[in-house]
């Protein structure tokens, strides 16, 4: 009997509530608290109305009452959080909360107001890892309101300044030791550090062909590890004057860098296809010495046959000046395989050229040659009005040992063979 009572005097106090009648709704609802003193709809309605007249304590203690009673409803915690949040009860508005999270890990609505609780309370470390929660389950929000956009504004510059900091921080403690390393082991430390706040990425190989298994994944690889680039840069103003020579008269030994098949749907390639944006001029093409090309750049030629490059028959070296037209980019792509490593050495170099090997950038400055590891994701650009010429150089991988470049070599001779003989 007392339950359909209970029924009544909620369904009336809904309609006086509807109304605009609160007095007589509070009314109804206080009279069914006479009859079930943790009714919920009840608790909530006159802890809602005890807010409005900023007695939070109240109100704090009808929404707790609600919750007790039906503690899966998220509702009532978010209630009682905000009574906390009023009374400036901290621990309260954080296990409220809580309670939320533990019935939901990823309710956002909890996750926000924890956000700013902890950044109140100066919790830098809980604050930043609430708003990267925010912000990662917000990615599906394609358009979101002015002030949740602004919110969402505010968790990025707090992480932001938080991430400025704790640079600083370890920069600062580093500073020393970083003096005191060699550059091996600076590079490392300085990339590590940046990965791990979050300044960039560590990219893996990516390999069309061959991946040898457990080589150093670098990006740029130690200088030390080729010590044969002093004899190449030496060679600078030779290569360059026979560079001038072949510009001078091109001939047809100048092609596309890229030249697909007909029939090739569209790619990142399809802009430099058959294009000179990006041309070559070579010397070596897949192991295999153009003897003209060679003549007419001999000092080039001997000095490559000199260097111990990689040589794999049928598909290394490749030895070419590579040239890259005002305003062309090349796009972000990988090699082919890492049992090798590519020597570029600058001869002609405008301003505003970049490269970019994983995530480390470099401009080409003339004679200062480098090698990279080009199955690492890499791509270039020339901004500037004028062309960009480099001369580049297959090279082994500097980790492979003696024993290890025969085995590659026989490797692919095996295959060669075996597919020879199918045909």
């Given at each position: 009997?007392?339950?359909?009572?209970?029924?009544?005097?909620?369904?009336?106090?809904?309609?006086?509530?509807?109304?605009?009648?609160?007095?007589?709704?509070?009314?109804?609802?206080?009279?069914?608290?006479?009859?079930?003193?943790?009714?919920?709809?009840?608790?909530?309605?006159?802890?809602?109305?005890?807010?409005?007249?900023?007695?939070?304590?109240?109100?704090?203690?009808?929404?707790?009452?609600?919750?007790?009673?039906?503690?899966?409803?998220?509702?009532?915690?978010?209630?009682?959080?905000?009574?906390?949040?009023?009374?400036?009860?901290?621990?309260?508005?954080?296990?409220?909360?809580?309670?939320?999270?533990?019935?939901?890990?990823?309710?956002?609505?909890?996750?926000?107001?924890?956000?700013?609780?902890?950044?109140?309370?100066?919790?830098?470390?809980?604050?930043?890892d609430r708003w990267k929660a925010v912000l990662a389950l917000s990615k599906g929000i394609d358009q979101p309101s002015p002030e949740f956009a602004q919110l969402l504004g505010h968790a990025r510059t707090y992480i932001q300044n938080r991430r400025a900091k704790l640079s600083e921080a370890v920069k600062e403690a580093l500073a020393d030791d970083l003096r005191n390393a060699a550059t091996r082991e600076r590079r490392r430390m300085e990339v590590a550090a940046d990965?791990?706040?979050?300044?960039?990425?560590?990219?893996?190989?990516?390999?069309?062909?061959?991946?040898?298994?457990?080589?150093?994944?670098?990006?740029?690889?130690?200088?030390?590890?080729?010590?044969?680039?002093?004899?190449?840069?030496?060679?600078?103003?030779?290569?360059?004057?026979?560079?001038?020579?072949?510009?001078?008269?091109?001939?047809?030994?100048?092609?596309?860098?890229?030249?697909?098949?007909?029939?090739?749907?569209?790619?990142?390639?399809?802009?430099?296809?058959?294009?000179?944006?990006?041309?070559?001029?070579?010397?070596?093409?897949?192991?295999?010495?153009?003897?003209?090309?060679?003549?007419?750049?001999?000092?080039?030629?001997?000095?490559?046959?000199?260097?111990?490059?990689?040589?794999?028959?049928?598909?290394?070296?490749?030895?070419?000046?590579?040239?890259?037209?005002?305003?062309?980019?090349?796009?972000?792509?990988?090699?082919?395989?890492?049992?090798?490593?590519?020597?570029?050495?600058?001869?002609?170099?405008?301003?505003?050229?970049?490269?970019?090997?994983?995530?480390?950038?470099?401009?080409?400055?003339?004679?200062?040659?480098?090698?990279?590891?080009?199955?690492?994701?890499?791509?270039?650009?020339?901004?500037?009005?004028?062309?960009?010429?480099?001369?580049?150089?297959?090279?082994?991988?500097?980790?492979?040992?003696?024993?290890?470049?025969?085995?590659?070599?026989?490797?692919?001779?095996?295959?060669?063979?075996?597919?020879?003989?199918?045909?």
């Open positions: 009997m007392s339950a359909d009572i209970i029924q009544r005097r909620l369904a009336e106090a809904e309609q006086a509530r509807r109304s605009g009648s609160d007095e007589q709704a509070r009314e109804h609802f206080e009279a069914v608290l006479t009859l079930d003193p943790d009714e919920p709809t009840a608790r909530n309605f006159l802890g809602a109305d005890a807010m409005r007249r900023g007695d939070h304590r109240c109100a704090a203690s009808h929404f707790e009452r609600a919750a007790r009673r039906e503690p899966e409803e998220p509702a009532h915690w978010v209630n009682l959080a905000t009574a906390q949040r009023a009374l400036g009860d901290s621990d309260g508005e954080r296990s409220a909360l809580g309670k939320i999270l533990d019935l939901d890990r990823r309710d956002l609505l909890a996750l926000i107001r924890l956000a700013e609780l902890h950044e109140r309370l100066g919790e830098e470390a809980e604050a930043e990965a791990w706040l979050g300044r960039r990425e560590i990219f893996a190989n990516q390999c069309e062909g061959l991946h040898y298994p457990f080589l150093p994944a670098d990006e740029f690889f130690d200088r030390e590890l080729f010590p044969w680039l002093e004899q190449l840069e030496a060679a600078t103003e030779a290569i360059k004057a026979e560079l001038t020579e072949v510009l001078a008269d091109p001939g047809p030994e100048l092609t596309p860098y890229i030249a697909l098949p007909s029939g090739v749907p569209e790619s990142k390639w399809s802009r430099l296809d058959n294009s000179l944006a990006w041309g070559a001029f070579h010397l070596w093409k897949e192991g295999k010495r153009f003897d003209d090309a060679c003549a007419r750049a001999p000092q080039t030629a001997a000095l490559v046959e000199s260097l111990p490059i990689c040589q794999i028959e049928g598909r290394a070296p490749n030895v070419f000046f590579s040239f890259l037209k005002a305003g062309a980019h090349i796009p972000a792509h990988t090699g082919v395989t890492n049992v090798r490593s590519v020597v570029h050495l600058p001869l002609v170099v405008p301003n505003d050229c970049e490269f970019r090997v994983g995530g480390e950038f470099r401009q080409w400055r003339l004679g200062e040659a480098f090698a990279f590891d080009d199955t690492i994701e890499h791509e270039a650009w020339n901004r500037s009005s004028e062309d960009r010429a480099v001369l580049i150089i297959d090279a082994w991988n500097p980790y492979l040992s003696e024993n290890e470049r025969t085995m590659v070599c026989r490797l692919y001779e095996t295959a060669d063979r075996q597919r020879a003989q199918l045909r």
